[in-house]
């Protein structure tokens, strides 16, 4: 049958050749014709791709399938939960959860980890993870970047029987065309000498049909949960791929990551000390080369492979060409570069900076988070910076988006807005908020909505720095008409605005502080406590100084001050001391920010330009 339907392709191909399809209606013949999928059933499109040589012509079939979730069995024993654990454990050990779930235990005396309770007649089923069930249907998942959307290749589709589909009419609807990097893809997925069962979105949802897709994005969480692995496609391999993949994996045996995340030796690793941050790994300038260039692959920066990889087992994998690494030691190893304090260059930092967001755990990160680290990567649809992390969204607010193509993005970002809201009573949306992130009229686009298909930043998150509202709930009404109604105490209006602050490094920050004349206002009182240099230092630094949180390592006032005060071209032993970690995220946190003061005394920072008479709530 093989060979027949090889046979099948060859003559399709030629007969392709010979013809002149030059009118549209021709081409449409060329495309294969979707079976609607059922809205009221569980079922989606599955792509078996059929045995070949790296080179032969693609054979497919496409059928359906019903997703339903595995019913675990009651009768199973529960795991325990970390804090009764716990109170199982001699003194000097302690137990945490790795970022794949498993419990890990520590003992400190000895400074080793195990994943056996140091009793050796503790139950195992009160911490090994549960078995899981078996799903209804057995595949893989495809995490891709579609690329250009040039068609490259077809693949010919076969019928349940083998037969070509639609073959009674020569050359209609019997082909899917591949984009350039699926069909790089599915050549190195494919099989000389057996199928192999895939879900793919470009080919098992049919994209010209709007309603099926809003319908499959409401799956996406399912398909990838219930698949038997997510394979990440990174592109060709390459020699620094294989050599990335290599080291990687290695460091990555080394360490375990924990969910509260700790960073700890794994059981029975051969180097006890790679997990800490002032360890220095033994790699040559060839090895951080061909890590930086495999880090840089463009899967990492699109938008939705946050929730493919995120939602796929410990069995996922990153491919690039033939090689393979399993995405539980990669996101290990990148996380632990990234904490490095020494030794690690200086490009490939910023660059594991970028991918340590997509590393994090996720499953307890608040969706305001989620959204602020990643609705900046690129995707083709404005709506699908809400839908492609939809699936990390709590059900409190997943449940009130509903994913339909035909919703303007403005309308798919105000149920968001309203549905963090309803969830968390609070508007800490807001801070991203500004008509000057809309790239619609200003008429259309309220001033309390953020425009996140544009990169939207705000001057400290709300669990950093200041927080002048404390957790207290907010009283919030949506009356229509694009009209948010909140209840706010008037606080000051702005009386004097300053210079855009323009930071690209630390010594910029010092200048910003000198041209403050910090050691005038040494002695001024602030009208809330301190003096005005604290208060200015403490805007600048945005609340990241040891005054505020003793013990973290950031710098005290004292220490910024004599910083600010060293002659231009030098280097305080005080600088000498702060990270480049702080100096790094705080500088480019208050890049393009204004400073200002109110009629009543006091001083902020903002993210956009303020205007004078604003009130400030």
């Known amino acids: 049958m093989h060979s027949l339907a090889h046979s099948l392709v060859e003559y399709i191909n030629f007969y392709d050749n010979i013809m002149n399809w030059d ?92 994943w056996d309770h140091p009793d050796p007649n503790f139950p195992r089923e009160r911490y090994e993870p549960p078995e899981g069930g078996k799903p209804s249907v057995e595949f893989e998942a495809l995490s891709y970047t579609w690329g250009s959307p040039k068609i490259r290749e077809k693949a010919v589709v076969l019928g349940d029987g083998g037969e070509v589909k639609g073959f009674r009419a020569l050359g209609r609807t019997q082909r899917l065309g591949l984009q350039g990097n699926l069909a790089d893809a599915m050549r190195h997925l494919r099989y000389e000498d057996r ?61 375990e990551h924990t969910k509260d995340g700790t960073m700890l030796s794994a059981p029975g690793c051969t180097e006890d000390k790679w997990f800490s941050g002032k360890s220095i790994l033994p790699w040559d300038a060839e090895t951080w080369d061909a890590i930086f260039e495999t880090c840089s692959r463009v899967w990492f920066g699109r938008l939705w492979i946050v929730q493919e990889i995120h939602l796929g087992n410990d069995n996922s994998v990153l491919k690039c060409g033939p090689d393979e690494i399993p995405w539980s030691l990669f996101r290990r190893a990148i ?11 200086e490009k490939l930092w910023y660059k594991t900076q ?8 996720l499953a307890n990160m608040p969706f305001v988070d989620v959204l602020k680290n990643h609705h900046k990567r690129p995707c083709q649809d404005e709506r699908d910076k809400i839908y492609g992390l939809l699936s990390l969204a709590p059900p409190e607010i997943a449940r009130y988006i509903t994913p339909d193509y ?47 298909s544009r990169f939207v930043r705000v001057t400290t998150p709300h ?33 004097c605005i300053g210079a855009k602050l323009a930071i690209t490094d630390f010594a ?35 609340g990241r100084v040891e005054d505020r949180h003793y013990g973290v390592g950031w710098p005290s006032l004292e220490s910024l001050a004599a910083m600010i005060a060293a002659p231009e071209g030098t280097e305080s032993e005080e600088e000498k001391g702060l990270s480049n970690g702080w100096k790094i995220w705080t500088t480019g946190r208050i890049n393009g920010c204004y400073l200002f003061s109110t009629q009543n005394g006091y001083v902020g920072m903002i993210n956009g330009e303020p205007q004078q008479g604003e009130l400030t709530p």
């Open 23 to 114: 009118t549209f209606e021709d081409r449409i013949r060329m495309k294969y014709e979707y079976t609607p999928l059922d809205p009221a059933s569980q079922d989606i499109r599955l792509v078996t791709i059929l045995p070949g040589k790296f080179d032969d012509p693609f054979q497919i079939k496409i059928t359906h399938a019903p997703l339903i979730p595995a019913v675990l069995d009651d009768q199973q024993p529960k795991r325990w939960p970390l804090d009764a654990l716990r109170r199982t454990l001699p003194q000097s050990w302690n137990a945490r959860e790795t970022l794949e779930g498993r419990i890990i235990f520590r003992n400190y005396d000895g400074r080793y980890s195990s």
């Open 195 to 255: 199928s192999r069962v895939v879900w793919i979105d470009a080919l098992c949802i049919n994209q010209d049909d709007l309603e099926e897709r809003s319908e499959q994005v409401k799956r996406m969480e399912l398909i990838y949960k219930l698949a038997r692995r997510v394979v990440a496609w990174l592109g060709p391999g390459s020699p620094a791929s294989e050599l990335a993949f290599s080291k990687l994996a290695h460091l990555g045996r080394q360490i």
């Open 335 to 345: 996380i632990c570069i990234h904490a490095k304090e020494v030794g690690v260059p």
């Open 354 to 361: 970028e991918i340590k967001f997509l590393c994090e755990y």
């Open 406 to 452: 035909k919703t303007s993005p403005l309308e798919v970002y105000k149920s968001v807005f309203l549905a963090v809201v309803k969830h968390e009573q609070r508007v800490s949306l807001l801070p991203y908020s500004g008509r000057r992130y809309s790239s619609t009229p200003a008429e259309e686009w309220s001033t309390w909505l953020p425009d996140w």
């Open 463 to 495: 669990h950093v720095g200041f927080c002048a509202s404390g957790m207290s709930a907010s009283r919030v009404k949506y009356v229509g008409s694009g009209r948010l109604q909140v209840s706010a105490l008037y606080f000051a209006s702005i009386s």
């Open 508 to 542: 910029d920050f010092r200048r910003s502080g000198k041209r403050l004349g910090l050691d005038r206002l040494r002695g001024a009182a602030y009208p809330s406590r301190g003096t005005y240099r604290d208060a200015w230092l403490e805007t600048l630094a945005l």
